[in-house]
Protein backbone atom coordinates (compact mmCIF):
# COMPACT_ATOMS: atom_id res chain seq x y z
CA UNK A 1 0.00 0.00 0.00
CA UNK A 2 1.58 3.76 -1.23
CA UNK A 3 0.04 6.48 0.85
CA UNK A 4 1.05 9.96 0.04
CA UNK A 5 0.48 12.79 2.47
CA UNK A 6 -0.17 15.79 0.73
CA UNK A 7 -0.62 17.83 4.59
CA UNK A 8 3.02 17.78 4.93
CA UNK A 9 3.15 21.78 4.73
CA UNK A 10 0.57 21.93 6.58
CA UNK A 11 0.99 24.31 9.88
CA UNK A 12 -0.85 23.57 13.42
CA UNK A 13 -2.45 26.25 14.56
CA UNK A 14 -1.17 28.60 16.73
CA UNK A 15 -1.21 27.12 20.46
CA UNK A 16 -2.58 28.72 23.33
CA UNK A 17 -0.27 30.67 25.41
CA UNK A 18 0.25 29.08 28.92
CA UNK A 19 0.29 32.03 31.16
CA UNK A 20 2.92 32.08 33.92
CA UNK A 21 2.48 30.28 37.26
CA UNK A 22 1.66 32.82 40.19
CA UNK A 23 1.82 31.28 42.91
CA UNK A 24 4.73 29.59 44.94
CA UNK A 25 2.57 28.23 48.15
CA UNK A 26 3.87 24.55 47.55
CA UNK A 27 7.51 25.49 47.36
CA UNK A 28 8.36 26.54 51.56
CA UNK A 29 6.57 23.00 52.29
CA UNK A 30 8.80 20.90 50.15
CA UNK A 31 11.59 23.00 51.56
CA UNK A 32 10.88 22.21 55.03
CA UNK A 33 10.04 18.78 54.51
CA UNK A 34 13.03 18.26 52.48
CA UNK A 35 10.79 16.54 49.80
CA UNK A 36 13.36 16.28 47.18
CA UNK A 37 16.78 15.60 49.19
CA UNK A 38 19.79 17.98 48.82
CA UNK A 39 17.78 20.10 45.96
CA UNK A 40 18.22 23.89 46.59
CA UNK A 41 15.33 26.19 47.54
CA UNK A 42 16.71 28.52 44.26
CA UNK A 43 16.48 25.26 41.88
CA UNK A 44 12.95 24.57 43.04
CA UNK A 45 11.99 28.30 42.79
CA UNK A 46 13.59 27.79 39.24
CA UNK A 47 11.62 24.69 38.35
CA UNK A 48 7.98 26.79 39.52
CA UNK A 49 8.76 29.47 37.28
CA UNK A 50 6.31 27.58 34.58
CA UNK A 51 2.69 26.02 34.48
CA UNK A 52 2.51 22.68 32.74
CA UNK A 53 -0.85 21.94 33.41
CA UNK A 54 -3.33 24.31 34.77
CA UNK A 55 -6.76 23.22 33.88
CA UNK A 56 -7.35 19.69 31.48
CA UNK A 57 -9.30 22.25 28.99
CA UNK A 58 -6.25 24.20 28.91
CA UNK A 59 -4.50 21.04 27.72
CA UNK A 60 -7.07 19.74 25.67
CA UNK A 61 -6.57 23.26 23.35
CA UNK A 62 -2.71 23.44 23.95
CA UNK A 63 -1.87 20.34 23.09
CA UNK A 64 -2.31 20.09 19.02
CA UNK A 65 -2.97 16.45 17.74
CA UNK A 66 -2.63 14.85 20.77
CA UNK A 67 -5.59 12.59 21.97
CA UNK A 68 -6.11 11.82 25.50
CA UNK A 69 -4.00 8.43 25.77
CA UNK A 70 -1.44 10.18 24.08
CA UNK A 71 -1.04 13.05 26.71
CA UNK A 72 -1.10 10.16 29.27
CA UNK A 73 1.49 7.93 28.13
CA UNK A 74 3.76 11.03 27.72
CA UNK A 75 2.50 12.27 31.11
CA UNK A 76 2.88 8.82 33.02
CA UNK A 77 6.45 8.24 31.26
CA UNK A 78 7.93 11.56 32.08
CA UNK A 79 6.71 11.43 36.02
CA UNK A 80 7.76 7.82 35.98
CA UNK A 81 11.27 8.88 35.06
CA UNK A 82 11.64 12.04 37.19
CA UNK A 83 10.51 9.68 40.12
CA UNK A 84 13.24 7.12 39.21
CA UNK A 85 16.18 9.53 38.97
CA UNK A 86 15.18 10.78 42.49
CA UNK A 87 15.11 7.79 44.16
CA UNK A 88 18.62 7.17 43.00
CA UNK A 89 19.75 10.38 45.14
CA UNK A 90 19.61 8.30 48.11
CA UNK A 91 22.89 5.89 46.52
CA UNK A 92 24.77 9.32 46.71
CA UNK A 93 27.20 10.12 49.50
CA UNK A 94 30.07 11.16 48.15
CA UNK A 95 31.82 12.74 44.74
CA UNK A 96 32.89 8.95 43.20
CA UNK A 97 29.05 8.21 43.44
CA UNK A 98 28.22 11.41 41.98
CA UNK A 99 30.21 11.02 39.19
CA UNK A 100 30.89 7.56 38.56
CA UNK A 101 28.11 5.67 40.62
CA UNK A 102 30.87 4.29 43.13
CA UNK A 103 32.09 1.28 40.45
CA UNK A 104 29.25 -0.66 40.76
CA UNK A 105 27.81 -0.65 37.51
CA UNK A 106 26.92 -3.71 35.80
CA UNK A 107 27.68 -4.44 31.96
CA UNK A 108 24.18 -4.69 30.94
CA UNK A 109 23.71 -1.25 32.29
CA UNK A 110 26.32 0.31 30.84
CA UNK A 111 25.49 -1.13 27.38
CA UNK A 112 21.86 0.18 27.58
CA UNK A 113 23.12 3.56 28.97
CA UNK A 114 26.03 4.22 26.47
CA UNK A 115 23.80 3.06 23.47
CA UNK A 116 20.90 5.74 24.97
CA UNK A 117 23.08 8.33 26.14
CA UNK A 118 24.27 8.88 22.48
CA UNK A 119 21.09 8.63 20.41
CA UNK A 120 19.25 11.68 21.26
CA UNK A 121 16.02 13.07 19.78
CA UNK A 122 19.27 14.63 17.27
CA UNK A 123 19.42 12.00 16.02
CA UNK A 124 15.89 10.64 14.99
CA UNK A 125 15.32 14.12 13.31
CA UNK A 126 19.03 15.33 11.98
CA UNK A 127 19.89 11.74 10.81
CA UNK A 128 16.64 11.06 9.38
CA UNK A 129 16.89 14.82 8.05
CA UNK A 130 20.39 13.95 6.35
CA UNK A 131 18.76 10.78 4.71
CA UNK A 132 16.19 12.94 3.56
CA UNK A 133 18.43 14.91 1.54
CA UNK A 134 21.77 12.48 1.29
CA UNK A 135 20.23 8.92 1.22
CA UNK A 136 21.73 5.93 3.44
CA UNK A 137 25.26 7.00 3.26
CA UNK A 138 24.41 9.46 5.90
CA UNK A 139 23.81 5.93 7.97
CA UNK A 140 27.55 5.07 7.54
CA UNK A 141 28.13 7.15 11.04
CA UNK A 142 25.73 4.74 12.92
CA UNK A 143 27.17 0.89 10.67
CA UNK A 144 30.72 1.79 10.14
CA UNK A 145 30.84 4.50 13.08
CA UNK A 146 29.60 2.51 15.70
CA UNK A 147 29.89 -1.11 15.78
CA UNK A 148 34.08 -1.49 14.95
CA UNK A 149 35.11 1.96 16.74
CA UNK A 150 33.48 0.19 19.57
CA UNK A 151 35.38 -2.98 19.57
CA UNK A 152 38.46 -1.36 19.20
CA UNK A 153 37.71 0.73 22.60
CA UNK A 154 36.68 -2.21 24.29
CA UNK A 155 39.71 -3.50 23.78
CA UNK A 156 42.09 -1.27 23.92
CA UNK A 157 41.19 2.21 25.15
CA UNK A 158 38.74 0.88 28.22
CA UNK A 159 41.00 -1.38 30.02
CA UNK A 160 43.27 1.65 30.24
CA UNK A 161 41.08 4.03 31.43
CA UNK A 162 39.59 2.08 33.75
CA UNK A 163 42.60 0.47 35.54
CA UNK A 164 44.28 3.93 36.01
CA UNK A 165 40.85 4.71 38.38
CA UNK A 166 40.72 7.96 36.39
CA UNK A 167 37.15 10.09 36.62
CA UNK A 168 37.17 11.85 33.04
CA UNK A 169 39.43 10.84 29.84
CA UNK A 170 41.44 14.66 30.41
CA UNK A 171 42.64 13.65 33.28
CA UNK A 172 43.80 10.57 31.77
CA UNK A 173 45.60 12.45 29.06
CA UNK A 174 47.16 14.54 32.22
CA UNK A 175 48.80 11.69 33.88
CA UNK A 176 49.95 10.18 31.17
CA UNK A 177 51.55 14.05 29.45
CA UNK A 178 50.96 17.02 31.81
CA UNK A 179 48.33 19.38 33.36
CA UNK A 180 48.34 21.52 30.57
CA UNK A 181 47.14 19.08 28.21
CA UNK A 182 44.92 17.95 30.47
CA UNK A 183 43.11 21.47 30.72
CA UNK A 184 43.26 22.10 27.27
CA UNK A 185 41.08 19.01 26.42
CA UNK A 186 39.33 19.35 29.48
CA UNK A 187 38.88 23.42 27.54
CA UNK A 188 37.68 21.90 24.33
CA UNK A 189 35.16 19.52 25.86
CA UNK A 190 33.85 21.53 27.75
CA UNK A 191 33.03 24.26 25.09
CA UNK A 192 31.84 21.09 22.92
CA UNK A 193 29.08 19.65 25.46
CA UNK A 194 27.90 22.83 25.78
CA UNK A 195 27.31 23.50 22.16
CA UNK A 196 25.81 19.53 22.19
CA UNK A 197 23.34 20.27 24.99
CA UNK A 198 22.15 23.81 23.29
CA UNK A 199 22.05 21.67 20.02
CA UNK A 200 20.06 18.66 21.69
CA UNK A 201 17.49 21.49 23.34
CA UNK A 202 16.66 23.23 20.15
CA UNK A 203 16.32 20.54 17.85
CA UNK A 204 13.71 18.82 20.37
CA UNK A 205 11.80 21.81 20.83
CA UNK A 206 11.96 23.41 17.15
CA UNK A 207 11.62 20.41 14.85
CA UNK A 208 9.88 18.86 16.88
CA UNK A 209 7.10 20.19 19.29
CA UNK A 210 6.97 23.16 17.40
CA UNK A 211 6.18 20.84 14.18
CA UNK A 212 3.97 18.64 15.63
CA UNK A 213 2.15 20.21 18.11
CA UNK A 214 2.70 23.64 17.74
CA UNK A 215 4.03 24.52 21.05
CA UNK A 216 5.99 27.86 21.62
CA UNK A 217 9.58 26.39 20.87
CA UNK A 218 11.44 28.24 24.17
CA UNK A 219 8.67 26.66 26.29
CA UNK A 220 9.84 23.32 25.37
CA UNK A 221 12.98 24.23 26.05
CA UNK A 222 12.79 25.10 29.28
CA UNK A 223 9.55 22.20 30.43
CA UNK A 224 12.26 19.06 29.19
CA UNK A 225 15.67 21.61 30.88
CA UNK A 226 13.73 21.22 33.87
CA UNK A 227 12.80 17.71 34.14
CA UNK A 228 16.23 16.49 32.75
CA UNK A 229 18.34 18.80 34.93
CA UNK A 230 15.98 17.96 38.13
CA UNK A 231 16.95 14.07 38.26
CA UNK A 232 20.64 14.62 36.55
CA UNK A 233 21.18 17.28 39.74
CA UNK A 234 20.12 15.01 42.04
CA UNK A 235 21.31 11.56 41.43
CA UNK A 236 24.29 11.51 39.68
CA UNK A 237 25.51 8.78 37.07
CA UNK A 238 23.71 6.25 38.83
CA UNK A 239 20.34 8.10 38.09
CA UNK A 240 21.19 8.58 34.59
CA UNK A 241 22.47 4.64 34.05
CA UNK A 242 19.19 3.68 35.40
CA UNK A 243 16.75 5.50 33.92
CA UNK A 244 18.69 5.04 30.36
CA UNK A 245 17.91 1.34 30.77
CA UNK A 246 14.12 2.22 30.91
CA UNK A 247 14.27 4.65 28.25
CA UNK A 248 16.28 2.18 25.78
CA UNK A 249 12.92 -0.10 25.77
CA UNK A 250 10.95 2.65 24.80
CA UNK A 251 12.88 4.11 21.97
CA UNK A 252 13.06 0.80 20.63
CA UNK A 253 9.57 0.47 20.64
CA UNK A 254 8.69 3.84 19.36
CA UNK A 255 11.54 3.86 16.51
CA UNK A 256 11.01 0.73 15.34
CA UNK A 257 6.90 1.41 15.42
CA UNK A 258 7.69 3.97 13.21
CA UNK A 259 9.63 2.47 10.56
CA UNK A 260 7.25 -0.63 10.30
CA UNK A 261 4.53 1.97 9.43
CA UNK A 262 6.38 4.29 7.25
CA UNK A 263 7.11 1.18 4.62
CA UNK A 264 3.73 -0.37 5.50
CA UNK A 265 2.45 2.94 4.01
CA UNK A 266 5.19 3.21 1.21
CA UNK A 267 4.28 -0.45 -0.12
CA UNK A 268 8.03 -2.40 1.99
CA UNK A 269 11.45 -1.78 0.95
CA UNK A 270 11.28 -2.60 -2.81
CA UNK A 271 8.32 -0.27 -3.74
CA UNK A 272 10.04 2.44 -1.55
CA UNK A 273 13.47 2.29 -3.60
CA UNK A 274 11.54 2.37 -7.08
CA UNK A 275 9.56 4.87 -5.74
CA UNK A 276 12.73 7.12 -5.01
CA UNK A 277 14.57 6.38 -8.14
CA UNK A 278 12.29 7.47 -9.92
CA UNK A 279 11.77 10.85 -8.65
CA UNK A 280 14.86 11.76 -10.92
CA UNK A 281 18.36 12.21 -11.54
CA UNK A 282 19.09 14.10 -7.93
CA UNK A 283 18.00 10.74 -6.25
CA UNK A 284 20.20 8.34 -7.92
CA UNK A 285 22.76 8.25 -4.99
CA UNK A 286 20.21 7.33 -2.28
CA UNK A 287 20.98 3.99 -2.43
CA UNK A 288 24.49 4.15 -2.26
CA UNK A 289 26.20 3.39 0.79
CA UNK A 290 29.56 4.78 -0.21
CA UNK A 291 29.72 7.84 -2.73
CA UNK A 292 32.01 8.93 -5.31
CA UNK A 293 35.28 10.51 -4.28
CA UNK A 294 34.68 13.44 -6.08
CA UNK A 295 31.04 14.09 -4.59
CA UNK A 296 29.80 17.70 -3.65
CA UNK A 297 28.33 15.95 -0.77
CA UNK A 298 28.88 15.39 2.99
CA UNK A 299 29.60 11.72 2.52
CA UNK A 300 32.40 10.71 -0.03
CA UNK A 301 33.82 6.93 0.10
CA UNK A 302 37.18 8.47 1.04
CA UNK A 303 35.69 10.60 3.85
CA UNK A 304 33.64 7.73 5.70
CA UNK A 305 36.82 5.04 5.11
CA UNK A 306 39.39 7.58 6.81
CA UNK A 307 37.50 10.36 8.02
CA UNK A 308 34.99 8.29 9.83
CA UNK A 309 36.11 4.89 10.15
CA UNK A 310 39.44 5.32 11.34
CA UNK A 311 39.54 8.59 12.93
CA UNK A 312 35.93 10.12 14.13
CA UNK A 313 33.99 6.69 15.30
CA UNK A 314 37.49 5.72 16.88
CA UNK A 315 38.00 9.44 18.66
CA UNK A 316 34.47 9.18 19.78
CA UNK A 317 33.71 6.13 21.10
CA UNK A 318 37.06 6.60 22.94
CA UNK A 319 38.12 9.99 23.70
CA UNK A 320 34.09 11.06 24.38
CA UNK A 321 33.48 11.65 28.21
CA UNK A 322 30.03 10.88 27.80
CA UNK A 323 30.63 7.63 26.39
CA UNK A 324 33.41 6.41 28.32
CA UNK A 325 32.25 7.61 31.69
CA UNK A 326 30.03 4.68 31.90
CA UNK A 327 32.82 2.20 31.31
CA UNK A 328 34.40 4.05 34.24
CA UNK A 329 31.91 3.76 36.58
CA UNK A 330 32.41 -0.69 35.87
CA UNK A 331 32.36 -2.96 38.90
CA UNK A 332 35.27 -4.79 37.19
CA UNK A 333 37.16 -4.49 33.75
CA UNK A 334 35.44 -6.89 32.63
CA UNK A 335 32.15 -4.99 32.72
CA UNK A 336 33.64 -1.88 31.47
CA UNK A 337 34.64 -4.05 28.26
CA UNK A 338 31.56 -6.09 28.20
CA UNK A 339 28.87 -3.09 28.65
CA UNK A 340 31.10 -1.47 25.63
CA UNK A 341 30.76 -4.21 23.50
CA UNK A 342 27.06 -4.86 24.02
CA UNK A 343 26.40 -1.28 23.73
CA UNK A 344 27.85 -2.08 20.21
CA UNK A 345 25.89 -4.44 19.20
CA UNK A 346 22.53 -2.40 20.25
CA UNK A 347 23.85 0.39 18.29
CA UNK A 348 24.05 -1.54 15.20
CA UNK A 349 20.38 -1.63 14.71
CA UNK A 350 20.02 2.29 15.46
CA UNK A 351 19.74 3.18 11.76
CA UNK A 352 17.08 1.19 10.95
CA UNK A 353 15.21 3.47 13.37
CA UNK A 354 16.52 6.32 12.56
CA UNK A 355 17.57 6.61 9.07
CA UNK A 356 15.24 4.63 6.95
CA UNK A 357 12.25 6.88 7.74
CA UNK A 358 13.94 9.57 6.41
CA UNK A 359 13.72 7.91 2.66
CA UNK A 360 10.28 6.66 4.03
CA UNK A 361 9.40 10.81 4.28
CA UNK A 362 10.15 11.19 0.55
CA UNK A 363 7.38 9.66 -0.58
CA UNK A 364 5.02 10.12 2.17
CA UNK A 365 5.73 13.96 2.22
CA UNK A 366 7.06 14.64 -0.95
CA UNK A 367 6.42 18.41 -0.34
CA UNK A 368 8.65 18.60 1.96
CA UNK A 369 11.26 21.71 0.96
CA UNK A 370 15.05 20.43 1.08
CA UNK A 371 15.96 22.89 3.34
CA UNK A 372 13.64 21.83 5.93
CA UNK A 373 14.73 18.09 5.73
CA UNK A 374 15.39 17.81 9.49
CA UNK A 375 11.32 18.34 9.38
CA UNK A 376 10.75 14.77 7.78
CA UNK A 377 10.47 12.67 10.92
CA UNK A 378 8.40 15.25 12.93
CA UNK A 379 6.00 15.61 10.06
CA UNK A 380 5.41 11.86 9.48
CA UNK A 381 4.75 11.50 13.74
CA UNK A 382 2.13 14.07 13.09
CA UNK A 383 0.51 12.83 9.89
CA UNK A 384 1.32 9.23 9.95
CA UNK A 385 0.83 7.53 13.50
CA UNK A 386 -2.52 6.67 15.34
CA UNK A 387 -3.43 7.35 18.48
CA UNK A 388 -1.31 5.77 21.11
CA UNK A 389 1.09 4.98 18.97
CA UNK A 390 2.10 8.49 18.50
CA UNK A 391 1.99 9.10 22.11
CA UNK A 392 4.53 6.27 22.39
CA UNK A 393 6.47 7.90 19.74
CA UNK A 394 6.76 10.73 21.33
CA UNK A 395 8.15 9.06 24.90
CA UNK A 396 10.95 7.27 23.04
CA UNK A 397 11.76 11.12 21.55
CA UNK A 398 10.85 12.70 25.14
CA UNK A 399 13.61 9.20 26.40
CA UNK A 400 16.06 9.64 23.69
CA UNK A 401 16.36 13.53 24.68
CA UNK A 402 16.30 13.61 28.36
CA UNK A 403 19.08 10.25 28.61
CA UNK A 404 21.26 12.35 25.74
CA UNK A 405 21.08 16.04 28.08
CA UNK A 406 21.49 13.63 31.79
CA UNK A 407 24.60 11.95 30.23
CA UNK A 408 25.76 15.06 28.83
CA UNK A 409 25.29 17.04 32.30
CA UNK A 410 26.71 14.43 34.24
CA UNK A 411 29.89 14.21 32.09
CA UNK A 412 30.41 18.20 31.37
CA UNK A 413 29.86 18.45 35.53
CA UNK A 414 32.84 15.92 36.21
CA UNK A 415 34.91 17.45 33.50
CA UNK A 416 34.37 20.94 35.29
CA UNK A 417 35.17 19.84 38.42
CA UNK A 418 38.12 17.37 38.01
CA UNK A 419 39.93 18.70 34.87
CA UNK A 420 39.52 22.66 35.69
CA UNK A 421 38.31 23.56 38.78
CA UNK A 422 40.03 21.41 40.90
CA UNK A 423 43.68 21.68 39.08
CA UNK A 424 42.91 25.31 39.44
CA UNK A 425 42.40 25.61 43.08
CA UNK A 426 45.98 23.70 43.03
CA UNK A 427 47.21 26.49 40.87
CA UNK A 428 46.90 28.99 43.02
CA UNK A 429 47.50 27.24 46.26
CA UNK A 430 44.06 27.21 47.31
CA UNK A 431 42.29 24.57 50.00
CA UNK A 432 41.14 21.91 47.75
CA UNK A 433 37.93 20.22 47.74
CA UNK A 434 36.56 17.78 50.06
CA UNK A 435 34.54 14.82 48.83
CA UNK A 436 31.27 16.66 50.13
CA UNK A 437 32.17 19.55 48.07
CA UNK A 438 33.20 18.45 45.21
CA UNK A 439 29.59 16.89 45.21
CA UNK A 440 28.16 19.94 45.95
CA UNK A 441 30.01 21.65 43.26
CA UNK A 442 28.87 18.99 40.29
CA UNK A 443 25.74 20.04 41.57
CA UNK A 444 25.90 23.21 41.34
CA UNK A 445 27.70 23.42 38.27
CA UNK A 446 24.88 20.96 36.69
CA UNK A 447 22.34 23.41 37.22
CA UNK A 448 24.37 26.47 35.86
CA UNK A 449 25.01 24.41 32.67
CA UNK A 450 21.10 23.29 32.29
CA UNK A 451 19.70 27.23 32.70
CA UNK A 452 22.80 28.56 30.67
CA UNK A 453 22.14 26.50 27.63
CA UNK A 454 18.30 26.80 27.83
CA UNK A 455 18.93 30.08 27.58
CA UNK A 456 20.64 30.47 24.66
CA UNK A 457 19.89 26.74 22.82
CA UNK A 458 18.13 29.36 19.98
CA UNK A 459 21.02 31.01 19.14
CA UNK A 460 23.47 28.48 19.35
CA UNK A 461 21.36 25.75 17.05
CA UNK A 462 18.58 27.51 14.87
CA UNK A 463 20.73 26.44 11.77
CA UNK A 464 19.85 24.60 8.02
CA UNK A 465 21.74 21.89 8.60
CA UNK A 466 21.89 20.41 12.51
CA UNK A 467 23.70 17.14 11.73
CA UNK A 468 26.20 18.63 9.75
CA UNK A 469 26.89 21.38 11.79
CA UNK A 470 27.68 18.74 14.83
CA UNK A 471 29.88 16.60 12.93
CA UNK A 472 31.99 19.49 11.72
CA UNK A 473 31.80 20.88 16.00
CA UNK A 474 33.37 17.05 16.09
CA UNK A 475 36.09 17.18 13.84
CA UNK A 476 37.59 20.20 15.10
CA UNK A 477 39.60 18.01 17.56
CA UNK A 478 39.02 14.39 17.43
CA UNK A 479 41.76 14.24 14.95
CA UNK A 480 44.35 15.59 17.48
CA UNK A 481 42.45 14.19 20.20
CA UNK A 482 42.95 10.83 19.17
CA UNK A 483 46.48 10.78 17.56
CA UNK A 484 47.64 11.54 21.82
CA UNK A 485 45.91 9.26 23.20
CA UNK A 486 46.73 6.33 20.88
CA UNK A 487 50.26 7.44 21.08
CA UNK A 488 50.43 7.68 24.44
CA UNK A 489 48.85 4.48 25.06
CA UNK A 490 51.01 2.57 22.75
CA UNK A 491 54.00 4.37 22.66
CA UNK A 492 56.11 4.73 25.39
CA UNK A 493 58.62 7.24 23.95
CA UNK A 494 56.09 9.93 24.17
CA UNK A 495 56.57 12.97 25.90
CA UNK A 496 54.59 15.37 27.81
CA UNK A 497 55.91 18.22 25.48
CA UNK A 498 54.90 15.84 22.34
CA UNK A 499 51.59 15.95 23.24
CA UNK A 500 50.79 19.20 24.19
CA UNK A 501 52.48 20.28 20.93
CA UNK A 502 50.11 17.23 18.72
CA UNK A 503 46.85 18.54 20.63
CA UNK A 504 46.86 22.19 20.16
CA UNK A 505 48.80 22.29 17.00
CA UNK A 506 46.60 19.79 15.51
CA UNK A 507 43.30 21.35 16.73
CA UNK A 508 44.71 25.45 14.89
CA UNK A 509 45.30 22.62 11.75
CA UNK A 510 41.78 21.68 11.90
CA UNK A 511 40.63 25.33 11.38
CA UNK A 512 43.45 25.89 9.06
CA UNK A 513 41.69 22.85 6.66
CA UNK A 514 38.13 23.77 7.73
CA UNK A 515 38.49 27.86 6.57
CA UNK A 516 40.47 27.53 3.65
CA UNK A 517 38.17 28.10 0.19
CA UNK A 518 38.29 25.27 -2.15
CA UNK A 519 40.88 22.64 -0.55
CA UNK A 520 38.24 20.04 -0.59
CA UNK A 521 35.78 18.88 -3.66
CA UNK A 522 33.20 18.57 -0.53
CA UNK A 523 31.01 21.44 0.57
CA UNK A 524 31.26 20.25 4.17
CA UNK A 525 34.81 18.92 4.35
CA UNK A 526 34.75 17.80 8.21
CA UNK A 527 35.58 14.04 7.24
CA UNK A 528 38.71 15.29 5.40
CA UNK A 529 39.51 18.08 8.46
CA UNK A 530 39.76 14.95 10.97
CA UNK A 531 41.57 12.70 8.91
CA UNK A 532 44.38 15.06 7.95
CA UNK A 533 44.61 16.82 11.53
CA UNK A 534 45.04 13.10 12.30
CA UNK A 535 47.80 12.38 10.48
CA UNK A 536 49.36 15.88 11.09
CA UNK A 537 49.06 15.70 15.10
CA UNK A 538 50.42 12.21 15.03
CA UNK A 539 53.43 13.13 12.96
CA UNK A 540 54.12 16.40 15.33
CA UNK A 541 53.62 14.57 18.15
CA UNK A 542 56.44 11.84 17.53
CA UNK A 543 58.94 14.51 16.11
CA UNK A 544 58.41 16.72 19.48
CA UNK A 545 58.66 13.61 21.47
CA UNK A 546 61.82 12.19 20.03
CA UNK A 547 63.53 15.79 20.18
CA UNK A 548 62.51 15.95 24.23
CA UNK A 549 63.68 13.98 27.46
CA UNK A 550 61.79 10.42 27.86
CA UNK A 551 59.28 10.49 30.41
CA UNK A 552 60.68 8.08 33.83
CA UNK A 553 59.43 4.82 34.14
CA UNK A 554 57.31 5.95 38.03
CA UNK A 555 55.41 8.05 35.59
CA UNK A 556 54.35 5.68 32.89
CA UNK A 557 53.51 2.31 35.00
CA UNK A 558 50.19 1.29 34.87
CA UNK A 559 49.55 4.09 31.45
CA UNK A 560 51.15 2.60 28.75
CA UNK A 561 50.26 -1.18 27.06
CA UNK A 562 54.49 -2.26 28.08
CA UNK A 563 53.81 -0.92 31.33
CA UNK A 564 51.17 -3.13 32.49
CA UNK A 565 51.70 -6.27 30.49
CA UNK A 566 54.95 -7.05 31.68
CA UNK A 567 54.56 -5.75 35.15
CA UNK A 568 54.01 -8.32 37.51
CA UNK A 569 52.78 -5.95 40.19
CA UNK A 570 50.69 -4.61 38.12
CA UNK A 571 48.89 -7.49 36.78
CA UNK A 572 48.75 -8.91 40.63
CA UNK A 573 47.02 -5.37 41.76
CA UNK A 574 44.60 -5.91 38.58
CA UNK A 575 43.61 -9.40 39.70
CA UNK A 576 42.69 -8.36 43.42
CA UNK A 577 41.03 -5.43 41.85
CA UNK A 578 38.34 -7.45 39.59
CA UNK A 579 37.32 -9.76 42.62
Same mark, same amino acid.
Given at each position: MSTTLNSSTQKPDEPKKLSPLPCFEWLPVLCHNNSLGSIPAFFLLFLSCRTVFQEVEGIMETIIGLSNIDISIIFVYMLGTLLLGLFCTRYIGNAEDFFISGK???????????????????????VAGATFRHGVSAANFDWMGSMPAMVFAAFVFVPYFWRTGVFTIPEFLGRRYNGAVQFLNAAIWAVVLFLMLAIMLWVTADKLMHTVLGWNAMYSVWLMAIVTGLYTFSGGLTAVVFTDVVQLVVIYIGGFGLLALSLWEVGGWSALREQVLAKGPDFQQHFTL???????????????????????? &? %??????? @???QRTLGARTEWDAKGGMLLGGFLKSMIPLMVALPGLC?????PHLPMEEADRAVPEMIRLLLPTGLRGLMFAALFAALMSSISGTLNSASTIFITDIWTPGLRL??????????????GRGFTAFLIITT?????? &? %??????? @??????????QGPTLAILLLGITWRRATQWGGLAGLSLGVIFCFILNYTPNLFTSEDPFLFVAWWSFVFALI????????TKPEPEEKLRGLTWGSVIHSTEAQAALEERNF
Open positions: SLPFWAIGFSIVVSDIGATDFVALLEHDTTGPFPWTGIIFGLGIVLA &I %AYMSGNQ @VIVALILVFKMKPLTERGALHMAILAKP &I %ADRESIY @VFTQTILSMFVTVVVSLL
